[in-house]
């Protein structure tokens, strides 16, 4: 038998390359999960900082045990991620960021002649790098929407 018969063989053979295509995608897409081999679920919820909606963002969940993370856009005070985009159940380290332009511009740093605005991050540290902020996924994904309400530290005091 040559190459060509091999090839033969299988070309032949349409119907049932295409059944076992179509099993494995079926199979695929069953209970949310994905090619990664986590089942994921959907996730939503809002954030707010001091009581108003955050209005642009990102939202991180980092896993503390094996699973999904996942990150998505935080836009008006809310987050959706997708079923393909969503989390397993477990236990998970969030972290919120929002970059908001200062009225400043600073030059950019690859190229040091153009002028750029400069942003700082309006979520306090305890939300994000030295995250504070947990949330557990249940099995077959959360009931309600999550909550995520952040408050900013008091001001600290001028030195005089």
Do not use: W
Request: aromatic fraction near 6%.
């Amino acid at each position: 038998m040559t190459s060509t018969d091999s090839f033969r063989t299988v070309r032949g053979r349409p119907s049932v390359a295409l059944g076992l295509a179509l099993l494995i995608a079926s199979v695929a897409g069953c209970g949310g999960s994905s090619a990664d081999g986590f089942s994921r679920f959907p996730v939503e919820g809002t954030v707010t900082l001091d009581g108003k909606p955050l209005n642009t963002g990102t939202i991180s969940f980092n896993a503390l045990q094996q699973g999904a993370s996942a990150s998505g856009p935080i836009a008006d005070g809310a987050f959706r991620l997708a079923d393909a985009d969503g989390l397993s159940p477990g236990p998970y380290r969030v972290e919120i960021y929002s970059l908001q332009p200062t009225g400043k511009k600073v030059p950019h740093a690859d190229d040091p002649g153009m002028l750029v605005d400069a942003t700082v991050n309006v979520v306090p540290k305890s939300y994000n790098i030295n995250s504070v902020l947990k949330a557990e996924i249940p099995s077959g994904g959360p009931k309600e929407p999550l909550s995520f309400p952040l408050v900013s530290p008091p001001a600290k005091p001028l030195k005089r």
